[in-house]
């Protein structure tokens, strides 16, 4: 049932383990691995990319599965899950939950989110995840009746400036109040979280559920953060003497 599915997620984590084409750990038996060891941490649910990332995920854990489909279209920014053919494959590889991108961004081929709505509830019972860049997006998505709103695409499509290290928690406590607040839709928090207590603090702004990809699954990227981070230092050092106030660090 789609409610005990989303109900055995609730107050916890989600880790995201994608791995794009290029990206060391890409492929299912790495993605599986990485899941392993995001269960054996204590994780609540994976988000996986893909049909064959789903299914190999699907066998190394017991986890409920947020399934997308990534494709690229010419002439339409949306890529995640933008149409049916890709829900269709999210559907027949077993995901729990099927994502897409709910923006008002134009989709390929002429598709509108209520078409693709209305297709996916038509062939599955399957809780529909609406990835959303804002607070508007999420209300849209709640009218239209998905099962759960996540705020996975903010800071990286629509208006909203780039957020680096730091969720923007005054957008969390707009959306969990318009959605969940006047719909009764839980929001996710996704993006943009890297440390323990930004996730915490999700959660006591009314966040159904977090989750975390990037700080967790991507360990070129935390690698280079720590780089990033060290060579800063090092032109601290430089002009002011060696001293760094612990606030001048990207977060």
Not at 38 to 53: E, H, K, L, P, S
Request: charged share 25%.
């Amino acid at each position: 049932m789609p409610g005990s599915v989303l109900e055995s997620l609730a107050g916890g984590l989600i880790v995201s383990c994608q791995a794009g084409e290029g990206d060391p750990l890409h492929g299912p038996h790495f993605m599986a691995e990485m899941a392993k060891a995001a269960y054996q941490g204590g994780a609540r649910g994976i988000r996986a990319n893909g049909a064959a990332d789903i299914r190999a995920i699907r066998q190394a854990v017991p986890l409920p599965i947020v399934g997308i489909v990534k494709r690229h279209y010419p002439g339409s920014p949306v890529y995640i899950t933008p149409t049916l053919a890709e829900a269709l494959e999210v559907l027949d590889a077993g995901a729990d939950v099927a994502a897409c991108d709910a923006t008002a961004r134009p989709r390929p081929g002429g598709w509108t989110l209520e078409r693709l709505v209305e297709e996916m509830r038509a062939r599955s019972a399957v809780p529909l995840m609406a990835d959303v860049s804002s607070v508007e997006e999420g209300v849209r998505a709640a009218r239209l009746g998905f099962d759960v709103v996540a705020t996975t695409l903010v800071g990286y499509a629509g208006d909203h400036e780039p957020l680096g290290y730091r969720p923007d928690f005054a957008l969390i406590e707009r959306m969990v109040a318009e959605v969940t607040g006047r719909f009764g839709v839980p929001v996710i928090v996704e993006g943009h979280i890297w440390e323990p207590d930004q996730a915490r603090r999700c959660l006591e702004l009314g966040a159904f559920a977090v989750v975390v990809g990037t700080a967790i699954t991507r360990p070129q990227l935390i690698t280079r953060r720590f780089v990033e981070a060290m060579g800063r230092r090092r032109t601290d050092q430089g002009e002011g003497g060696g001293h760094e106030d612990s606030a001048t660090v990207r977060r």
